[in-house]
């Protein structure tokens, strides 16, 4: 790698371009041959309408060390799978594409809701917990790497820089976060770290005081990219929440099974993009107002669980604090981007943080009225308890909904 040092309390890889990507290459192909790799989409059918995802598979054309793509295709009905089948045919490594909607995914969820384990709600979280069932069940792989597909900045580097910590074998790591500069169009993006995760760490920390678990968090510079890699071995056991917090859920769950060694961030692209998400002020079940709501929630459920006391003074003490080191905050992003050429709303700005601060309080008020509310979908352990025959009836029903169309005419 390039250049490391330790930020916070978890290794940290920059990307200062002094090592070609072919050299790279060549030793994650070299590291693919005892560890195999398998990359996994959460893709919505739109996305193949989408200016990005085109280009993310051309890029990935390239990529020659990957095992397995695994596509979970949300929100299809037979058409659009089959014309996603066709879509993702031009992928020249093994491939496979999960039609999620199928009726034989269905009838699993059935089976998965006689035992009260299916997951709650569709969305990402459900998407990528299902793939994670489908490589468990090939148990063929060793480092399971996951992006979004709406990327409009992709390149094949960013996957290389990636996977490369966690299938080094001389390498510790369990977990490689992503990170990357939020600018695009001009603008200073990432709004949601930038107003709501960051003063709201820094105001937790105020509130109720040290935490270890609050500094490892505060160490990622972009807590919520999308983009992560890992070694299998933690599949079975890792717990996916099936909301807005997935992400901060997944480093959660990282932490309490590995410890802050185990992870490291890498620095993918100096130049990302992707689809922005609206605010939606008035719709508190749409855009980053629940987003923002569900990330809040699964950072109080995971501080109580490790013992914090949360009350509703506590909640009122934090929504002040956050609202004034928001906007401390807000001041240095607006220099920052003057100094950069770059555009903010302030006004707009100040007024997501209004938002976000009321947000605090609603996330805070379902938690104290519903403490033992259960977010995450079950680990696969524990579906493989319940009925161990589940997994390998996973892989049948992809396997038979490829074959049933493969033979049909697109």
């Not at 100040?350 to 079950?378: C, D, S």
Request: hydrophobic share 40%; aromatic share 10%.
């Amino acid at each position: 790698m390039a250049d490391f040092h330790q930020n916070g309390n978890i290794a940290q890889f920059h990307n200062l371009r002094q090592r070609p990507l072919e050299e790279l290459v060549y030793e994650i192909e070299t590291f693919a041959q005892t560890r195999k790799i398998t990359l996994v989409l959460p893709s919505l059918f739109s996305e193949l309408e989408g200016p990005a995802l085109g280009n993310i598979l051309d890029e990935l054309r390239q990529v020659t060390y990957l095992h397995r793509i695994v596509i979970g295709l949300d929100r299809a009905d037979e058409s659009q799978f089959r014309r996603a089948r066709d879509f993702f045919s031009r992928l020249p490594q093994n491939h496979v594409v999960i039609w999620n909607d199928s009726p034989r995914m269905k009838a699993l969820e059935e089976r998965l809701t006689e035992h009260g384990l299916a997951p709650e709600e569709p969305g990402k979280g459900k998407n990528m917990w299902t793939c994670m069932g489908y490589l468990i069940s090939c148990q063929d792989s060793a480092v399971m790497a996951l992006h979004d597909c709406d990327i409009v900045t992709y390149d094949r580097e960013m996957l290389a820089r990636l996977v490369y910590p966690v299938v080094n074998p001389n390498f510790r790591y369990q977990l490689s976060k992503g990170f990357y500069p939020r600018i695009g169009d001009g603008k200073l993006n990432g709004r949601v770290t930038r107003l709501l995760v960051s003063p709201l760490l820094i105001a937790l920390k105020k509130v109720v005081g040290d935490r270890d678990y609050i500094d490892y968090l505060r160490a990622f510079r972009y807590p919520l990219s999308g983009e992560f890699a890992l070694r299998t071995s933690l599949l079975p056991d890792l717990r996916i929440p099936s909301d807005w917090g997935l992400e901060i859920g997944v480093l959660s769950e990282v932490w309490r099974n590995l410890g802050r060694h185990s992870v490291c961030q890498v620095e993918i692209s100096d130049a990302y993009d992707h689809k922005h998400q609206e605010v939606s002020e008035e719709d508190a079940q749409g855009g980053l107002n629940r987003m923002s709501t569900d990330i809040c929630k699964a950072i109080f459920r995971k501080l109580a669980a490790d013992g914090t006391v949360f009350t509703a003074n506590s909640f009122r003490a934090l929504k002040a604090t956050y609202y004034r080191v928001a906007l401390d905050l807000l001041e240095f992003y607006d220099n920052d981007a003057k100094m950069n050429g770059l555009t903010l709303d302030r006004h707009r700005e100040e007024k997501t943080i209004e938002l976000f601060a009321e947000n605090i309080m609603v996330a805070g008020h379902t938690f104290l009225a519903k403490p033992n509310e259960a977010p995450f979908i079950p680990n696969w352990s524990r579906v493989n308890a319940a009925d161990p025959s589940l997994v390998a009836e996973l892989k049948a029903a992809v396997a038979a909904d490829e074959a049933e169309f493969a033979a049909m005419p697109f």
